[in-house]
């Protein structure tokens, strides 16, 4: 016997769009030909089995910074592995996101975990992605103070003024309690001093210390004349006195240097030993 020609085989799971599965694999005649009696049987136990492709499905990593607010939800995904021009579209079900970052409110590192994607087409693969919660910016200035010499040594500060604070926080979100250092600690004469605050601490804040300045000041001095006094003379009258007490506040003595006064002497009645005037 001879024959010639090719037979005809069939499976609906040949189509590039079919469903994975398994499929009969149909036979026919085809353009076989055989020499003499002979004819051709076909067995249709062949089958072909399609396989579900690899689907890759990968959370994106999210960044954000500290705001007090518990994290939901996720920063969506990325497909690998669709084919014939398909997406998202051909997949049951809703994406959904677990792991510790749900709920997650401080600064840290957390695990999200995307899930709830089917198909029965599709071999789907997930891949974790990190949540980045960084620390939010916080500034604390030491207020200014001026203050007038006094002569006692200057210590502590004029308290501060916070900016950065999220979700209605104040200073009872950090650690610890200000303190003050610095040159102005100590400082007693005039001049400009350098107040340094620090001492508070915060894993969700990233905080800057800005320094203030303690300015002191020189008092204002008074020299206060008192009223002409009066004088007995030999004759037991009494004519005005030649001299003109002063007192200069405050003493002389609690001021750093010294005083002078002017080389006019005032007199009674007009006359100006100095030259100068009543």
């Known amino acids: 016997m001879s024959f010639a020609g090719t037979p005809n085989l069939f499976s609906a799971g040949a189509a590039a769009t079919a469903d994975a599965?398994?499929?009969?694999?149909?036979?026919?005649?085809?353009?076989?030909?055989?020499?003499?009696?002979?004819?051709?049987?076909?067995?249709?136990?062949?089958?072909?089995?399609?396989?579900?492709?690899?689907?890759?499905?990968?959370?994106?990593?999210?960044?954000?910074?500290?705001?007090?607010?518990?994290?939901?939800?996720?920063?969506?995904?990325?497909?690998?592995?669709?084919?014939?021009?398909?997406?998202?579209?051909?997949?049951?079900?809703?994406?959904?996101?677990?792991?510790?970052?749900?709920?997650?409110?401080?600064?840290?590192?957390?695990?999200?975990?995307?899930?709830?994607?089917?198909?029965?087409?599709?071999?789907?693969?997930?891949?974790?992605?990190?949540?980045?919660?960084?620390p939010q910016p916080l500034t604390i200035t030491a207020n200014n103070v001026t203050q007038t010499f006094d002569g006692v040594p200057y210590n502590g500060g004029n308290g501060v003024t916070s900016s950065g604070f999220v979700n209605g926080q104040n200073s009872s979100a950090l650690s610890g309690s200000i303190t003050y250092g610095g040159n102005s600690q100590g400082a007693v004469n005039v001049g400009a001093y350098t107040i340094i605050p620090s001492g508070q601490t915060s894993s969700n804040y990233a905080i800057t210390y800005v320094n203030g300045t303690l300015t002191i000041t020189p008092p204002p001095i008074s020299v206060v004349l008192d009223a002409l006094g009066t004088a007995a003379n030999a004759t037991g009258t009494t004519s005005p006195s030649t001299v003109m007490n002063t007192t200069v506040l405050p003493?002389?003595?609690?001021?750093?240097?010294?005083?002078?006064?002017?080389?006019?002497?005032?007199?009674?009645?007009?006359?100006?030993?100095?030259?100068?005037?009543?």
Not at 95 to 120: D, F, K, M, R, W
Not at 251 to 278: E, K, Q, R
């Open 21 to 134: 599965g398994v499929y009969p694999i149909i036979a026919s005649q085809g353009t076989l030909a055989a020499s003499g009696n002979y004819g051709f049987a076909f067995n249709n136990a062949g089958s072909l089995t399609v396989n579900p492709k690899a689907l890759t499905i990968t959370a994106n990593d999210a960044t954000q910074t500290y705001n007090g607010v518990p994290f939901s939800g996720g920063n969506g995904v990325t497909y690998s592995g669709f084919v014939n021009g398909q997406n998202a579209s051909v997949l049951g079900g809703t994406l959904a996101y677990g792991g510790n970052s749900q709920g997650a409110v401080n600064v840290g590192t957390y695990t999200i975990i995307p899930s709830n994607q089917t198909s029965s087409n599709y071999a789907i693969n997930y891949v974790n992605a990190t949540l980045t919660i960084n």
């Open 251 to 278: 003493s002389p003595a609690s001021l750093p240097g010294t005083i002078t006064f002017g080389s006019n002497t005032v007199l009674p009645y007009g006359n100006d030993a100095g030259g100068g005037w009543w």
